[in-house]
């Protein structure tokens, strides 16, 4: 059995020991953290260190009290098998656990703060499907010397880390709204909003009160900004493993996560990690349109990608069984075509809620009808999701009440259909939170979750400490999870809001006879199909150059929209429709309104729609 | 000509105009940065927008004014051949350039803001050292479309910018220390210090005073915390332009700079560029000894690390001509050796000040001589230099008393020497602001910067939004060049007065007999050698089994210190001689001293030393 404790990467200061009691594996062994004492402190002054048995605190022994005799650990835990964990269980389960002691670089997973998952399979393997790269990857040599931290007393020559004395930065204060009124206007109004405030060294101030664990602050600056683990902190850590359990765990039991500097280079790791284009001819199945930045992430490591069809549902699993079922005919060497040699598709990319660039949002059964097109052909699937959240109030129903209510509404993540443990989803801070926070996790059986980590240490060393150390105080330690997703149904009714400006927009300044769309049920697009084959030069004209042409019109009128072709997974294929997408983001309303009747008007211009 | 104004991706809001002198290139082109209306403002209300000539309001006809006649640009201009740009040359040039208006995700690069190159070679190009996966990177579709938003009302649709207002945090006040006295004890004492505030919308807000256009911020929220350009915000790369041309621009005309994610993850893209192991068989020269997490970067890719042997002064300019004199006869692909089949190596990886883990530093001869090497064999360098400014005081010297004699003080980098444009410089902020910050930046040819951003767009999307904004709020806009320079002069001195601790306890506690050492001039680090040939089981032990031995007293004696073997660049072969590594970044005075004494404890514990 791996070792549950292993602390941060060469810090300086003899360690002591907390306890929290353990709330996954098959056995619930109380797991320990340790700390290490402010830099000043004398030496040879630290309790005794039991690296699986508790320390002897008045408070670790009424936790291990609590749980002595639970066996099994459902009795006495929150675990509810097929029901939601919800909010109150994870407060509950932080009560017990008591205050999260994890210093200076100190590693953590999953694993360390999720709920029981007896009783639930293991995921399966998938050796097969790493990328020669991947499976080169070794840890850190001096990340794996620091095992050696737990050693009480143990001063560290090893690692280069500088002194939090040097950082010249001594507090950070934030000004944030305060719910439940979220708005920028009440924030900014006199009085408004809240500040909360991130000194250097708060984990070593005494509690506010005494034996108030809970607000004792559990990070830092001194922590924070300084060197960190690959996969993240431990405090963000947990507070993204909470945040997929609300949402919906995984059927299987060893799943866990690791932060990201975003699902950009997410997604980049992630190739790297399951397609080899030189070596094996790896391809990538993505919708018919995705996004662009994905399609150009593939092509210098030469991954083909390949578009299935979509409807209004996004992705047609029908396509995309048919693609992987007649595979072996289509990319057989002799073929002749693009496809030639290449292996058959082992990875699937999707945008299931408000898919860029369609707006298309798969329902759940359509998600359960894709998941098994992929068991049936071993295939992994990438879920890309920045748009979850943004999934819109249905037109003319009240908005959710309660937490409850809003997750219930949610279209179920793939993560929740993953008996098999093939799917990695990709979260992201930058549509909800801020894009400049460079921060967002992945979530995936452990097996991936680990040769992802392995890479972002070499990568990028894990997600920056302000964004970490920022986040964290709001949204974990202020808002908590309830307030947290407060935000997110603020946000799901303001784009809501947003998406209808534009819907009404199109309604009443685009040529009907020339122009089809569905307003969106998540994201931030619309979509707009022109209906290319009544252009009056239609036939002479290819439809690039008309989307071209109406795409200078545009410019030239005043306004700016992504053109389809931009989307297209092959763009050595020729196209057979014209698309525009807009998106309902940025403008302000009466800016969109001017923006979509120049649009109308540009596009009457290319039809010669004068005078309707 | 490429346009010199290119500005942000897809931003919302009609932009207006103003103008800044250009500090580079031939000829003196007024360059023009475009900045968009706060989002709620009116339509079409902007001033015309000129793409190359100048706006007409008073202040710019002022700047015009000055320069209209003058040519060549260094009439008028503080460029000055064969001499270090001073801070006086910077603080003058920005007046004259009035205040920089970049908006969100406005592109820049290092042309914009530096003097004037007039006279001096362009680089040479490097198509055959890049990899294909490197020549198969295209900008992205998204952000080439910015360049539309330079069109005076235009309305964006294009891109998902969120926008501000969905932004949860309104300011940012960070409390940072006041020079002259950086001391932590001075910031955190009552009063000490001072408060900076960062608000969402300071650049839209009036200036402080009528016509005070340099106090005016120049960097807000609303820009940094959302998207932005993968080489970083026009702000930062400013600030690290003017950074590099007070410490010695290269002399070559057309240099760049790209801000990265810390140095780990630029290398990795570097190595990615350059390398192509599985492809070409390519290998890469470091030091024997280099920083492991460098060799681990390298080992996933399958680029051969080949070790150039060492001196007291760091890598031995004549060992790295041998070796690659005498490659077509050892890569032979008959010679059955490790290396048979590999291509000649074409870049090297070094760590020429305070070297990690040797802590040796190359002098300016040194520099010069693996330089004219590097040329003979048409050999790129890759130069790591986090602990440049970790240069010690040499003893029984005065310090420093102006910015000026600092920098004179300092080994030369090797930008200063490359007239060929064959150097990559990686700076980094991690060693001497804060580690998590996890930002930096490259110097280099703008061939190879264009390639490296490319694969940025991907790997990162850049530095995140917090440090960028954070860093530029004390280092630009508080400190200015001088006061960064002040601290970095500060930091020297605190990094000597640990390295002399650390000094004086090795000779008070280490046996000379067994370990010999030298105090490092710059770094963290402490490197000891340990004369294995006299260990009492030197005949029946291997260097590594005795090594070992000495770890494990160290860890059971309570200090960790790093194995020297770590750190080998070529791990296969036998090494041939037993070294360690202490750091004196982390631990306190009194700790260093008794975590040196432990270690001379557990050298006479393995050498059978009692009672010496």
């Known amino acids: 059995m791996r070792s549950v404790i292993r602390t941060g990467a060469l810090r300086d200061g003899p360690p002591s020991t907390t306890t929290a009691p353990a709330y996954s594996g098959i056995k619930n062994i109380p797991r320990t953290y340790t700390t290490a004492q402010p830099h000043h402190s004398s030496l040879n002054s630290s309790p005794a260190f039991h690296s699986k048995a508790a320390d002897c605190s008045p408070e670790s022994l009424a936790t291990l009290a609590n749980h002595a005799e639970a066996e099994p650990p459902s009795v006495a835990l929150p675990v509810r098998h097929g029901e939601r964990i919800t909010i109150a269980d994870i407060k509950e389960r932080r009560a017990k656990a008591g205050r999260l002691v994890a210093p200076t670089a100190a590693y953590s997973d999953a694993d360390m703060f999720k709920g029981p998952t007896t009783g639930k399979p293991k995921a399966k393997r998938w050796d097969h499907h790493l990328t020669h790269e991947s499976t ?158 994905a399609l150009e992430t593939a092509v210098p490591l030469e991954v083909t990608t390949v578009g299935v069809r979509m409807d209004s549902e996004g992705l047609v699993p029908e396509a995309m069984d048919e693609i992987l079922s007649q595979w072996d005919s289509v990319a057989a060497p002799g073929s002749g075509g693009k496809l030639a040699g290449k292996r058959k598709p082992h990875v699937l990319y999707t945008v299931p809620s408000g898919q860029n660039p369609t707006g298309a949002t798969q329902s759940a059964a359509r998600r359960q009808a894709i998941y098994a097109v992929a068991q049936r052909h071993d295939v992994l699937i990438i879920e890309d999701e920045p748009y979850y959240y943004l999934q819109m109030q249905a037109p003319g129903t009240a908005p959710p009440s309660t937490v409850d209510e809003f997750l219930k509404g949610l279209v179920p993540t793939y993560l929740t259909l993953d008996v098999d443990g093939r799917v990695i989803r990709m979260d992201s801070f930058s549509k909800v939170v801020v894009p400049g926070s460079r921060m967002g996790w992945i979530t995936a059986s452990a097996q991936l979750v680990e040769r992802f980590t392995r890479h972002a240490e070499m990568a990028n060393q894990g997600p920056n400490g302000f964004s970490q150390v920022i986040l964290h105080k709001l949204l974990d330690e202020r808002w908590g999870h309830e307030g947290y997703f407060g935000w997110l149904m603020n946000l799901r009714m303001e784009y809501t809001k947003r998406r209808d400006v534009m819907a009404a927009a199109c309604e009443e300044f685009l040529p009907k006879e020339v122009v089809s769309w569905a307003p969106p049920q998540a994201g931030m697009f619309q979509w707009l199909k022109v209906n290319h084959t009544i252009h009056p030069h239609a036939s002479d004209k290819t439809i690039l150059d008309i989307e071209e042409e109406i795409f200078n019109n545009c410019i030239a009128r005043g306004v700016l929209v992504a053109r389809g072709s931009w989307f297209r997974a092959e763009q050595d294929v020729a196209p057979s429709g014209l698309y525009l997408r807009a998106t309902f983001a940025a403008a302000t309303p009466e800016n969109m309104r001017e923006a979509i009747r120049r649009l109308g008007a540009a596009i009457r211009e290319s039809f010669q729609l004068y005078g309707v």
């Open 136 to 293: 080169l990857r070794h840890p850190c040599k001096l990340k794996q010397a620091a095992k050696h931290l737990n050693n009480p007393g143990l001063i560290s020559l090893g690692g280069g880390l500088p002194c939090p004395e040097y950082f010249p930065i001594s507090s950070l204060t934030l000004h944030v709204p305060a719910p439940p009124d979220f708005s920028e206007a009440a924030t900014l109004a006199p009085g408004g909003g809240e500040t909360l405030t991130i000194g250097k060294y708060d984990t070593t101030l005494p509690p506010p009160s005494a034996g108030d664990a809970l607000h004792h602050p559990e990070y830092d600056l001194s922590i924070a900004l300084n060197y960190g683990q690959g996969n993240g902190s431990a405090q963000m850590t947990r507070f993204v493993t909470e945040h997929i359990e609300l949402l919906g765990a995984p059927p299987y039991a060893d799943w866990g996560v690791c932060l990201t500097i975003g699902s950009t280079g997410a997604l980049e790791q992630i190739l790297r990690m399951l397609c080899d284009g030189p070596g094996r001819g790896d391809c990538v199945l993505t919708e018919e349109f995705s996004f662009s930045t």
